[in-house]
């Protein structure tokens, strides 16, 4: 899985964590993301088990599904949270390497610039 489906992944867990009731289209607007590519995800999740898709029977509205992260959608989802903070705290601990290069850099030349 690349880095960007990972995230993508992430992202989709934690929403449907704190949402479970929340529509597709909803998921979209809010992921910033096309529907398309919303499903596209949704339904790789599904077929990992990580997240299971069920619709309200009962509901005139047959196109509303909950969803439900399984236990190992719970594992997986501590597992992309805990990769995605080792790989942004690399990227913060590297921006901040190059900030004190460039203070540095400034101060050096007497910050006439």
């Not at 960007?4 to 607007?29: F, G, W, Y």
């Not at 077929?47 to 439900?68: A, C, E, I, P, T």
């Not at 992260?69 to 913060?92: C, D, I």
Request: hydrophobic share 35%.
């Amino acid at each position: 899985m690349s880095t960007t489906d990972s995230e993508q992944h992430l992202k989709v867990l934690r929403l449907l964590q704190d949402n479970p009731d929340i529509s597709q289209r909803q998921m979209a607007r809010e992921l910033g993301i096309s529907l398309g590519g919303l499903n596209y995800c949704l339904k790789a999740l599904v077929q990992k088990g990580w997240v299971k898709m069920d619709n309200f029977s009962r509901n005139s509205n047959k196109l509303k599904y909950s969803y439900l992260l399984t236990p190992s959608g719970v594992k997986a989802k501590t597992v992309l949270t805990a990769r995605f903070l080792k790989r942004k705290l690399a990227e913060y601990e590297a921006l901040k390497a190059e900030i004190e290069a460039l203070q540095t850099e400034v101060g050096q030349s007497g910050g006439n610039g």
